[in-house]
């Protein structure tokens, strides 16, 4: 009798791990996940394809099939692959029993890149019920930037606004939503409006010379807009005075930072100096 319990307990035990190897992968997996998150980090998505489709190739649980598509689709998005980051995003979502915001990711992020802005809407619509669950306003001021995005792209001015000002409002520390609403700006012509963002952005971001850069571009395109002109020599001309101190400054400011390009240097030099 005792021997026949034993061996009930046994089998218990066994079941018992075995269930849980289904749901969490092993440490070999899970380091393999972590190689390949790393590879598309560093935007070396081939490696990183090939790494995640070992994940899915030798780790059979739960955790390591979502994982392990999601990572693939984020690789083949890189490589610009979209109908297959779909197809491996699908699988992802199944995995999780719907519940995989970073498959939805990168399925909405293939859909925008086709093109199909339907269907990435009702991708970005479906993050938002899901991360409205849980709360983290990081991941949700990420969502409305991309919807932000998503509406602009549609021509959907005023949507955009609205989903970038929640963006601001959940992460206003953030200086990359501060920049993104002061490009929506500066593409409408409002210039100064936009300025006054990338100003706020230059308050809080490391990376200061990308804003700079952004000034200058913006400043240029919009001298050679209203002067009906991108020679160098004929915009000097036209431009006022106050708007000839202002272009040389921005790009002034830019090169100081030790930016280099061998063509806007010249561009400046021809009106500057």
């Known amino acids: 009798m005792k021997s026949i319990q034993l061996f009930?307990?046994?089998?218990?035990?066994?079941?018992?791990?075995?269930?849980?190897?289904?749901?969490?992968?092993s440490n070999k997996c899970y380091k393999m996940v972590q190689a390949g998150n790393a590879a598309n980090d560093s935007q070396q998505y081939d490696e990183a394809l090939t790494t995640f489709e070992k994940v899915l190739s030798k780790c059979s649980a739960k955790d390591?099939?979502?994982?392990?598509?999601?990572?693939?689709?984020?690789?083949?998005?890189?490589?610009?692959?979209?109908?297959?980051?779909?197809q491996a995003?699908?699988?992802a979502i199944k995995a999780s029993k719907n519940t995989s915001i970073a498959a939805l990711f990168e399925k909405a992020d293939a859909h925008f890149n086709q093109n199909n802005l339907t269907a990435a809407t009702d991708d970005y619509n479906a993050i938002i019920a899901l991360s409205e669950k849980n709360q983290n306003t990081k991941d949700r001021a990420t969502?409305?930037?991309?919807?932000?995005?998503?509406?602009?792209?549609?021509?959907?001015?005023?949507?955009?606004?609205?989903?970038?000002?929640?963006?601001?409002?959940?992460?206003p520390a953030n200086p990359a939503y501060l920049i993104q609403k002061g490009d929506f700006k500066?593409?409408?012509?409002?210039?100064?409006?936009?300025?006054?963002?990338?100003?706020?952005?230059?308050?809080?971001?490391?990376?200061?010379p990308s804003v700079y850069k952004l000034r200058a571009i913006a400043f240029t395109n919009a001298m050679q807009g209203k002067h009906s002109t991108r020679d160098a020599k004929e915009l000097a001309t036209?431009?006022?005075?106050?708007?000839?101190k202002q272009f040389c400054e921005e790009w002034k400011r830019?090169?100081?930072t030790g930016y280099?390009?061998?063509?806007?240097?010249?561009?400046?030099?021809?009106?500057?100096l």
Request: aromatic content about 10%; glycine content about 4%; charged content about 30%.
């Open 89 to 91: 995003a699908d699988l």
């Open 64 to 86: 390591a099939k979502e994982q392990g598509n999601v990572g693939k689709a984020k690789a083949l998005n890189g490589l610009k692959r979209y109908d297959e980051a779909i």
């Open 254 to 256: 830019l090169f100081d």
């Open 186 to 208: 500066v593409k409408e012509g409002a210039l100064k409006a936009g300025f006054e963002y990338y100003d706020k952005a230059l308050e809080t971001t490391s990376d200061k």
């Open 143 to 171: 969502i409305y930037s991309k919807l932000a995005d998503l509406d602009w792209k549609q021509k959907k001015s005023t949507e955009a606004y609205q989903d970038i000002d929640k963006a601001i409002a959940l992460d």
């Open 8 to 25: 009930l307990l046994l089998m218990l035990v066994s079941s018992a791990a075995f269930c849980q190897s289904l749901i969490t992968m």
């Open 260 to 272: 280099k390009n061998v063509n806007q240097d010249l561009y400046y030099t021809m009106i500057c």
């Open 238 to 244: 036209r431009m006022s005075a106050e708007e000839k």
